[in-house]
Each structure stands twice: as C-alpha cells, then as structure tokens.
C-alpha cells in the first residue's frame, strides 16, 4: 500500500473533502482512521466482516479481543443490540445522560453482528461518538462503524494525526486530521445487570466517564480483568496494553526506585511536586508533567498518551512513572499504566474488583 494520505478537516471546504472521502472509502470495505473525543479510531462497516478484519490486519489485533460498534447515533441501538427488559429503564437514563459521549455499554448483539466484531461473544459494546467529524462520517455512511484506537496492537494510544501515521503509515488508505482529542483516554466501558434494592453497573474498562459520575444510576463495581489469549469480555482488559516500546515502571513511592549506575531513566510525573521525592530520584534525560503543580486530573488524561510516546522517542532504558490519584480520571490512567508496566516484566499490580465505596466485593460475573 502506498503512503497514507493525511487530510485536513479545519476548514468548511476540506471538511466536506475529507468526511467524502472517508465515506467512499468506508463504503467500498476500507478502513480509515477518525479522531474521537477519547482517542483516534481505525473505523470500518461493522456489518461488512472483510472490511472489520481489515481492522485486525493494520493494527496486527488478535481475533480474541472483541471492537467497539460506534453507531451514528442513538436510534441506531436496536440494529446491533438487544436491551433486556429488566434493564431497559436504566440503559435509557444512561445514553440520555451519556451519548453522544465517552461510554460504551455492553449488551446482547443481534445476528447481524460479525461474530469478528465481539470476539464470538455474545454481546456487542456499543456508544455514540460526540467528535463532530465522527459523527458526520458516521451519519453520512448511514451504518455502525468498528473503530478501535488507531494503532499497532498494544501500543500506545494515539491522541493526534500524527501519532495515528507514526503507527500505521502505509497500513491504512487515509487519516481524518481532526487536531487533539478532547478527553485523551478511551471510553468507559460498562455492563448493566438488574439487581434489587439499586441496579448494577459493572466498569469492564474505566475511563472518561467515572465510577462518581455512574454511581447515581445504580451500584457501582470496578472490575478489573486481564486475559492472556482468551476472548476478553470487552476491549483493553489484556494483561499487557497501552505499552511503549522502552520498558516502563509503575513506582508506589520515591523509596522504591534505585536508579542503575550507566542507565538513562525518563520520568512520567503527575504533578511534579519535589516534596514527593520522585524529582530528585536521577538525573533524568526528561521529565513530563501531567498536570503542573495543579494535579487536575483531566488535564492529566489529555496529556497522558502524549506523554508516553514523547518518552518513548528518547531511547531511554527505563521509564520511570510516578501513580496518582485513583479517583475519577485517575482510576484510567493508573489502570493503564499498570497494564504498560506488565509489558516490561513488572509483576502485574491490578486491584481486586471493587465496589464504589473502594471496599473489596467478588466480580458480578
């Protein structure tokens, strides 16, 4: 294939190029990369199964880890979901409340989904976009889009064009460029199930869309799961993901970490606070900081991704990442991180399953 073609969409005129483009592209079972308001999509006809395991071939996907169908909008559900009865009153409140947006919910796919798309499964995740030159493609094609981050498998997530053709030039015909992401992390992902006295809602993935902002919906669980090579129940639940490719550490506290004389070491901050310790810990050949001094947390998520593979460039040994917070965003962010950190050989340090209130509860499932 010959070198992708990136276009811009900042314009009235080269948007209207561009969206016409990418659907006439879409239509004839390629694939081409979106920007959403998480992170950049690798899209496909979620109905067209030659066009979805396109998907797999440019980003080298294992067929066990099932796509998100993001539908043009919500009328749409019904074409590729089945919503149980006794859940039906809550999954309404949610994508009033959420789509178009960063949640994906997971419920009973109909036949007409490939069974490529879910992994064999048989539930499909499902939400809304709320990138404006996402939703015009999808609108304009009139069909449920399989996009997943635009990507090499397992590596890091890419919040930019740019980062989009660092991964996939050559693998994919066109790249939308839609300028940075708005929130920097994927979806939240969620399954819903009746319970008594408050319905459940399962995090299968955290994300933009947090455990506090759920919880008025019913029972909040975090779930945390890792697979090796068996269907995963939905997206980024394998051990190993959103990794760079230089060797990163996941640090509790500055008293963990002893640097190794001859070693270049690069550090991932969240707030760059020296009282914490971990400034004064090498002589690093860079420093990132999230979130300066302020320790917001969604300025944190923004940079996040940005901030990985800036380090990455630099050739260092190791990368040395400092945790935060593991409330609202923080929760996405330590999650991914402790899964790039099992890539290097760091024993994996995901939490038990929780409830919302942080005690330890048993898995729903």
């Not at 981050?149 to 994919?172: Q, Y």
């Not at 550490?249 to 707030?271: H, I, V, W």
Request: glycine share 6%; charged share 20%; aromatic share 4%.
């Amino acid at each position: 294939m010959p070198a992708t073609t990136v276009l811009p969409t900042d314009q009235p005129p080269l948007l209207h190029t561009a969206v016409d483009q990418a659907v006439k592209l879409l239509e004839s079972g390629e694939v081409v990369a979106l920007p959403t308001e998480t992170v950049y999509g690798l899209a496909a006809d979620a109905l067209n199964p030659a066009a979805v395991a396109k998907i797999f071939e440019a980003k080298e996907r294992p067929a066990f880890d099932p796509l998100i169908v993001h539908l043009p909008d919500k009328k749409h559900l019904d074409t590729v979901a089945e919503v149980p009865p006794e859940v039906q009153k809550l999954v309404i409140q949610l994508i009033e409340r959420f789509w178009p947006g960063p949640l994906t919910l997971v419920l009973p796919k109909k036949p007409c989904v490939p069974g490529l798309v879910t992994a064999g499964l048989p539930s499909v995740a499902v939400r809304v976009s709320a990138n404006p030159i996402f939703k015009r493609v999808a609108q304009a094609l009139g069909r449920p889009l399989a996009a997943p981050s635009a990507n090499r498998f397992g590596s890091i997530s890419p919040t930019s064009a740019s980062a989009v053709a660092a991964e996939l030039d050559g693998r994919i015909p066109l790249i939308l460029d839609g300028g940075a992401c708005m929130h920097g992390l994927e979806s939240t992902i969620i399954k819903v199930e009746a319970a008594s006295p408050k319905n459940l809602i399962t995090i299968l993935r955290p994300g933009p869309i947090t455990a506090e902002d759920l919880k008025v919906y019913g029972k909040v669980m975090r779930v945390t799961r890792s697979v090796v090579d068996e269907a995963a129940e939905a997206p980024g639940q394998l051990a190993s993901h959103y990794a760079p490719r230089t060797p990163l550490r996941l640090l509790a506290k500055p008293s963990d970490f002893t640097p190794e004389p001859g070693k270049r070491y690069a550090l991932l901050s969240y707030r760059g606070e020296e009282k914490d310790g971990f400034l004064n810990l090498a002589d690093w050949l860079q420093v990132m900081i999230l979130s300066p001094g302020k320790g917001k947390l969604p300025e944190a998520a923004v940079r996040f991704f940005y901030a990985l593979r800036e380090l990455d460039k630099l050739g260092a040994d190791e990368i040395i990442a400092e945790p935060m917070h593991e409330h609202g965003m923080g929760a996405a962010m330590m999650d991914k991180l402790r899964r790039a950190a099992v890539k290097a050989g760091q024993p994996s340090s995901l939490p038990e399953s929780r409830s919302a209130t942080g005690t330890v509860a048993p898995p729903s499932e």
